[in-house]
């Protein structure tokens, strides 16, 4: 089944193709999603404000949402009541919401506010309650391909197609991406484990990408990897990896991530001169607390760019 938006909606897909089951494969060159990080960080006092910014972006009517993390400040109890609340709110959206985690809700919930949870736990159970599906969350539920579903991977790690442009996530966290210089072992291992997730990952949405003859390309995760580097730094091989196959796949490639809270547009591979490398990738920062705000951005393959953005907020637009 197709909707009015031209996405594929779980119980009217076909029999699973591979890679490419329940995806849209009509041409639809224009259409609109929103994207949405960083919400609600004092709990339950901002709770009013993040109830009118979904409905607002229910009154937009977007295609789908995408939510890059962090659901609640690093000082939130990490527990199941916070959680549960997270996932009653992701019900609120009409439309199919796609979550990717940020580092509040796991790496970060060992501090004594967060309520001294072991990270990789929190983790664990993350997976357990977002990720057990594959499909979308929100009211109308998106069929997605998940890496995990391909054989091996990461369940949170997923894919979709909306006409002629192919959209992935990407489990990549603030807080240096987990990767600590000191720390225990077992959260060493688990930022290789990811890191080489992700990394494989990636190459096969840039196969797909080439494959499909989609026209442009949407990576989706919380951090910001473009900020003054940590030593070592936990970002350093997926954002060289990005740099290299957008650049191989010469179409336009936006990054949409949250993590620092406010509005960037801009192109953080462009060469010194103004020129390609670098040209066709576009990242897009998001609002975050205090902003109430999202944005909603509008896809037109038609056009030279492809992506263009416009803030959404209700009421004063702050928490």
Known sequence: MIDKRGLTIIGACAATLGLMSCTERENHDKFEFVVVADTAYKVPKDYPAYDKLIARI????????????????????????????????????????????????WTDCHGEAS????PLERLANLRKLFFNTKTSLGQE????????????????????QKGDVLFATLHIVGSNNGLKDEGATK?????????????????????????RGAKALVLAYHANMFAEPASPDGFKDIRMLIGQYGEEYGKPVLLVHGDHHQFIVDRPYLAPAGKA???????????????????????????????????????????
């Open 58 to 105: 229910n009154q937009e009517d977007p295609a789908f949402s995408i939510h890059l993390g962090d659901v609640f400040s690093g000082q939130t109890n990490c527990g199941e009541g916070n959680l549960a609340r997270v996932k009653a709110d992701f019900d609120k959206f009409e439309n199919p919401v796609v979550y990717t985690p940020g580092d509040n809700e």
């Open 115 to 118: 309520g001294s949870y072991d």
């Open 141 to 160: 539920k998106l069929a997605l391909e998940t890496q995990a579903s391909t054989g091996a991977g990461l369940a949170e790690n997923a894919l979709w």
């Open 187 to 211: 959260i060493k291992a688990e930022y290789a484990s990811r890191n080489e997730a992700n990394k494989s990952w990636l190459k096969k949405i840039f196969e797909q990408v080439d494959e």
């Open 277 to 319: 490398p670098g040209a066709k990738i576009i990242r897009l920062q998001t609002y975050g607390w205090p902003d109430a705000k999202a944005v909603k951005i509008h896809v037109d393959t038609s056009t030279e760019g492809v992506f263009s953005f416009r803030p959404i907020y209700a009421g004063d637009g702050f928490y």
